[in-house]
């Protein structure tokens, strides 16, 4: 049974930084297409990041330059390291995983079947 829990969420002023954690079990990360979405109140869920089977790296044109994707073999753990936060980044943010993906689809919610529950990221200014 795949489980993937977030952890890493909090509240920091604009401009800081956080990381969010995605602990996998029932799957290993680097043979999922593995990816973060969030979704902010009143608002559809967003593709932020992901990273494909082959390593490929994808992120949405509203993070680049700020936020990274990576993940941890050994501990079979994704990350996102979040910099430069803005007030507009605030959302509830979620690990997601399928076994594959179109290249083209990889920040579409829809091509993902395994979710986590979420973990809050709130942005001040």
């Known amino acids: 049974q795949v489980q993937l829990e977030e952890s890493g969420g909090g509240s920091v002023p604009a401009g800081g930084s956080l990381r969010l954690s995605c602990a996998a079990s029932?799957?290993?990360?680097?043979?999922?297409?593995m990816g973060w979405f969030r979704q902010a109140p009143g608002k559809k869920r967003e593709g932020v990041a992901a990273i494909d089977t082959d390593g490929t790296i994808y992120y949405g044109d509203s993070v680049k330059g700020r936020f990274t994707i990576s993940q941890d073999n050994a501990k079979n753990i994704l990350y996102l390291q979040m910099n430069n936060l803005k007030p507009e980044d605030t959302a509830m943010y979620y690990c997601a995983a399928h076994q594959w993906v179109w290249q083209e689809y990889v920040l579409r919610d829809h091509e993902y079947d395994n979710w986590g529950q979420g973990t809050q990221v709130t942005v001040s200014s």
């Open positions: 029932g799957l290993t990360v680097n043979s999922y297409c």
